[in-house]
């Protein structure tokens, strides 16, 4: 079955750039989404086939697709984004959604 | 205003069953594949099941032969019966609304399961 892999934690200062990849084979042949989810709360969708934004996400969100890794990126860190984002991808050969493990984002 | 109203979960003994339910309001749900997606306690999310606008089925290999996913477009209901329980499928269980090409935009607030003797 497909694996999607993300690091466990990434840390960033407020104001910083923060980057959290998605690794899988030939990823940058499927769609990308990523999901924020902050403790307690469902998870929210901030980024759709690989770098749409759904409205109401700010712009500070961005994403990108291609070779066999996809990333998410946060500009402009605030208190506000520390949360875990997780990316997933339709997997058409097991006709499957598929999650990666999730990252947490922490603001230092 | 988008949203789910879901209902069902609770407390089961292992082997046991229940039987979800998500209503939808505020969008066209006949035009609208839907996902049951869960998440245990401290751990991350895990796909559950789908069901497209035809009708077409779709199981992870963990609960398939046990949960069932159906809809009632009449009424804007999605159900999971969720038969033979199992301890591991505790977890708190979400629907969503659902698009391969657009992902899941709209959730509900989550429901908890508890598999336990």
């Known amino acids: 079955s497909y694996v999607l892999t993300q690091p466990p934690s990434v840390s960033v200062a407020p104001g910083e750039t923060a980057r959290i990849t998605c690794g899988g084979n030939n990823i940058g042949s499927k769609s990308v989404h990523w999901y924020q989810q902050k403790p307690g709360q469902a998870p929210v969708l901030v980024m759709y086939?690989?770098?749409d934004r759904p409205s109401g996400i700010p712009e500070r969100f961005s994403g990108s697709n291609s070779g066999n890794t996809a990333t998410l990126t946060i500009s402009r860190v605030d208190a506000g984004d520390e949360a875990d984002y997780y990316c997933?991808?339709?997997?058409?050969?097991?006709?499957?959604?598929?999650f990666g493990g999730g990252t947490k984002l922490t603001v230092l | 205003e988008v949203q789910f109203l879901e209902s069902g979960g609770g407390l089961v003994q292992p082997g046991g069953s229940l039987r979800l339910t998500c209503t939808a309001s505020g969008f066209t749900f006949t035009t609208s594949a839907m996902s049951w997606v869960r998440q245990a306690l401290g751990k991350g999310l895990e796909w559950v099941s789908d069901i497209s606008v035809s009708g077409t089925t779709y199981y992870a290999d963990s609960v398939k032969g046990r949960f069932t996913i159906s809809r009632d477009n009449s009424r804007n209901v999605l159900y999971l019966q969720m038969n033979s329980l199992r301890v591991e499928d505790t977890s708190v269980y979400f629907c969503?609304?659902?698009?391969?090409?657009?992902?899941?935009?709209?959730w509900g607030q989550g429901m908890t399961v508890t598999v336990s003797s």
């Open positions: 997933q991808v339709w997997d058409t050969s097991s006709d499957a959604w598929v």
């Open positions: 969503a609304k659902s698009s391969r090409v657009a992902g899941m935009d709209v």
């Open positions: 086939y690989d770098s």
